[in-house]
């Protein structure tokens, strides 16, 4: 007979190769799914057998496409992977993937995502120039929202989550994406919004200090700047206290997880095995 401790190793050993829920990955802006590849073999490393589906479309410079654009057609490969896996998936957002993917999940109402998890994501929305250099090398933050806050602006899926806190009257009245699916500005979808969130069994936000590429950082957890550039934080804006897609509920119910992890660069966040193995792998199962 197996001493009682023993078992127990057994079973941790087992558990260390056991497969995942299948994972839907969604990469970030400029990119594509090759730059995911490292974060699928380390998955499938650890836990051999897991399936894995690393999103193809909007590689390159096709994710700068509409964001929402992006959401509606990326929710039709999302419908046909739960359609596969009806008992449930883990879903990673990564970047501007992570931002998008929330918003893939705000759209499909039977989603069979049961943890979510948002990996150094303009969850709040983006405002620097250190980021923005990045693609639109001409363009300043102070005054990117002179073209970002315009009907042709709002083509560009960064135009779409640029969020300048010195311009929120034209960020609301020019953004078509960001304000929606924060439900800062009410919509026919806006219950739906929430409730799909609630769906989740666990929504994980990942970011830190070091980032250096999501400006304020902690946009990764929802905060955001003020117009005296201090960043509020999660439990003090607006979209908290005020439960608007559901995040208060979800931290009341232990089902929120919000993460902060120094030294790591934005391109480490899926290349690093450390950061791997420490705050992504734990919550998938």
Known sequence: MWPLVGIVVLCFKI???????PVFIYHGILTGAPSMEHLVARIQQLH????????????????????????????????????LHPDGINMIG?????????AVLQTYPNHCVRTFISLSSPQGGQFGDDFLHLIFPSLVAKTAYQLFYTYVGQHTSVANYWNDPHHQDLFEEYS????????????????QFRDTLLRLERLVLIGGPDDGVITPWQSSHFSFYNESYDVVPLQETTLYTEDL???KTLHDDGRLDVIERPGVHHYQ??????????????YLD
């Open 15 to 21: 558990c260390l190769v056991c497969a995942y829920r």
């Open 48 to 83: 051999p057998d897991t399936v894995v589906y690393n999103f193809e479309r909007f590689g390159g410079w096709s994710s700068l496409e509409n964001a929402w654009h992006q959401v509606l057609e990326a929710n039709s490969n999302l419908q046909a992977v739960c359609a």
């Open 94 to 102: 990564y970047s501007q993937g992570g931002l998008l993917g929330r």
């Open 176 to 191: 078509i994406f960001l304000p929606y699916v924060n439900n800062r500005l009410l919509s026919a979808n806006s219950t």
């Open 245 to 247: 897609i559901g995040l």
């Open 269 to 282: 966040w899926h290349r690093s095995d450390v950061v791997i193995d420490s705050v992504i792998l734990p």
